[in-house]
């Protein structure tokens, strides 16, 4: 089981950038799935969960209005559309799936079973 997280970059404040996370090995569609980050010296956070049905999401507070998360069940795959990218938005992005979670997202990373490899966002002022 696999989950590789790709699509970050170096972007310009006010830019924006859609993350990918594939999932391999088995179906995640039954799944909640997350997007975390984590800066060095800090835990790691939620930005962004949605539940296996798609119907559930929640978000950090600080990415309301500005992230999407959204999931293709047919890919087995899981995005992060970011818009109007800020230079504290910098950090390493994580993705997550966390089983039996049909109905509601998960916010908290030990809740989460499967992670991917972090990719890197760094937003430029």
């Known amino acids: 089981v696999q989950l590789q997280a790709y699509g970050g970059g170096l972007v310009q404040a006010g830019g924006s950038l859609r993350l990918s996370c594939a999932a391999s090995?088995?179906?995640?569609?039954?799944?909640?799935m997350g997007w975390f980050r984590q800066t060095p010296g800090k835990e790691r956070d939620v930005v962004a969960a949605?539940?296996?049905?798609?119907?559930?999401?929640v978000y950090a507070d600080s990415v309301k209005g500005r992230f999407t998360i959204f999931r293709d069940k047919a890919k087995n795959a899981v995005y992060l559309q970011m818009n109007s990218l800020k230079p504290e938005d910098t950090a390493v992005y994580y993705c997550?799936?966390?089983?039996?979670?049909?109905?509601?997202?998960?916010?908290?990373?030990?809740?989460?079973?499967?992670w991917g490899q972090g990719t890197l966002v760094t937003v430029s002022s």
């Open positions: 090995g088995r179906s995640f569609s039954m799944y909640a």
């Open positions: 949605i539940s296996g049905s798609g119907s559930g999401t």
């Open positions: 997550a799936a966390k089983g039996y979670s049909y109905y509601s997202p998960a916010s908290a990373p030990y809740e989460y079973d499967y």
